[in-house]
């Protein structure tokens, strides 16, 4: 058993901090070298298989408590908000994080899913590096995933494209699937966007930045199983917690990294041990190569600034020492909103609100899970798609201009930096370009998201993803304690564009939901209700009810050094020797897709690069 004092007196040649998405990504495969490798998790390992995790739709129900989720939660979520929001009436939003050996992908909600060609080409851009670009990516997108293969289309005569198959990998550690339970709603839903002038696509994976993909998206799902595929169970399973040069220190918060003194006024200033903090003892751990850090978008800068790191303004007020200066240390962060609407659906249209209303159906169900690892609790892929902002605007008759004038007005106004100014470059591209996805409405067969549920009422949910916010926030701490949790501002609706692109995307989801023959199956407009239908009204409802879908990244901006970056093109902290991040924390901007996928391939990107640069066989 690895205790706290044998984690101490360990020499390791890598310490990993986290042991979430990318940290356990990067233990398998530097481990599989004989290097000594360390990781640190404030979480624990999943050992009892609890359902909380491993059931894809609505644990609560499938235990008999349809109140109990990992949401919250303390044994799984780190269960952070934000500061008020001053652009949205001081609301704070509630920022879920797993703290769990897996971190978030244990309490994510599965969707498997690549954004498009261009925007991983932007990162490239940003950090001048032919290293980061979709093609470079594409090897590890499919090296991270065993993916099989849709076996039931919404629309029966469509068939998987070779396009399709041959962007997929089949040998990874993350088990994707199709959905293979539909309710009665979702194929009306694919038809109704049909209807609307949205062809479906048989090839959402492979760089198209358009789709409405026939099988709806893939989800980290195991088809054998029907439970979860997250970084534990797949990149941390048996063989490898057999290992011997793998350590893994559970329950243990990493309070900062520790330097060597006579590197302190370098160049490349070197990490020599890790800190930790386990029952309010500290240890620390030595270590020769190099500390990965992958604490995640929201603990990643924290981690930095408890090591000296970051804006020494900051640092000082805290009563930290400067180690190195590096102002860009928690800004930048970026996020995609989310906007929830519900229906009502007539009475005998299934939903998968029947699990908590239907006692027969809940109880074939569970019996279907249990016994096969099918049926409505593996449901977890949805009808979605990625439109863009004409798009959108073309189908509610919208103008958009006086909107993109204000945008632009707004951008003039401002006085950028020159990171900024290159991100907002690069964005204005792609969305005057007409043929990238801002945004992704996305259908739920289930209600309750939003408003108070009425008892025996079964609803759908539309749901709208912004996926490409102007606006930029910041993490930080604002106390030298490790307990405390960073100060988390997400800064939405800096740019009014960002909630007015929202409005229009979500007054859409009205517009699909009343098109047939998806129309047929509602009854009853629920949230927001009927009375919303002025511009005016939508703005007021969007302030009321935005949040996050929980993708932060760019907290540790992978940049150009002249552009205020903090790691370089090999994930290294510019002015350190041995400091890598690797975590969503890098991604240099916005993706239009959930961001676990892009997660796992950085990591084993990282990896690669790390078993090169130290030479490790
Ligand atoms: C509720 C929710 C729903 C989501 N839904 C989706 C989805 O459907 N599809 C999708 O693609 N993406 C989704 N995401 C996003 C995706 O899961 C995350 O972006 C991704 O998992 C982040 O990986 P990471 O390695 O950056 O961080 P994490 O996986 O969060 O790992 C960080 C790890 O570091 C540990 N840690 C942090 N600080 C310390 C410290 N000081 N000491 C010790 N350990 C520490 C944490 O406990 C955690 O295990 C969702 C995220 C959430 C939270």
Known sequence: KVTPESFASTNFDIIIVGGGTAGLTLANRLSATSAKVGVIDAGHYNTSGDPLLDVPFNPGAFIGDPTQTFIGNPAYDWGFASVPQSNLDGRVIPYPRGKVLGGSSAINNLAWQRGAEKEYDNWGTLINSDEWNFNTLLPYFKKAENWTAPTNMLIDNLQPSPELVAAQGTSGHVQTRYNTFRADVD?????????????????PDSGNPMFIPQAGIADSVDIQTGKRSYAAPAYYGPDVRARDNLVVLEGAVVSRILWDPTTLNSDAVKANAVEYIVDGTTFSANVTGEVLVSAGTLKSPQVLELSGVGNPDIL???????????????????????????????DGVLTLDWLTTNETFLAEQQALFANEGQGAFTYAS????????????????????????????????????????????LLKNMLDSGNIGFATPIAL????????????????????????????????INSSDPNAAPLIDPNFGDFKWDLQAARVGTQWLRKWAQTEPISDMISELHVPPANVTSDEDWDAFVKSAVGTISHPIGTVIMATRELGGVVDDRLKVYGTDNVRVIDASVFPLTVGAPIQQSVYAVAEKASDMIIADLNLS
């Open 187 to 203: 194929v009306a839903f694919a038809e109704a966007f049909e209807n609307l002038g949205f062809p479906l696509t048989p090839d």
């Open 316 to 346: 000082k007020a805290a009563g930290i020492d400067v180690t190195l200066n590096h102002t860009g240390v928690g800004e930048n962060m970026m996020d995609h909103l989310l906007l929830v609407t519900d229906f009502v659906v007539k």
């Open 382 to 425: 949805r009808v979605t798609g990625s439109l863009t902002m004409q798009g959108f605007a073309n189908s509610t008759a919208e103008d958009l201009g006086p909107l993109l004038d204000g945008l632009q007005n707004d951008l003039d106004s401002r006085n950028l930096t020159a990171l900024h100014s290159a991100q907002y470059d």
């Open 445 to 476: 067969p289930r209600g309750g998201a939003t408003g108070v549920v009425e008892p025996n009422t079964n609803y759908v949910t539309l749901a709208l993803f912004y996926m490409h916010e102007f606006s930029r926030g910041n993490i930080h």
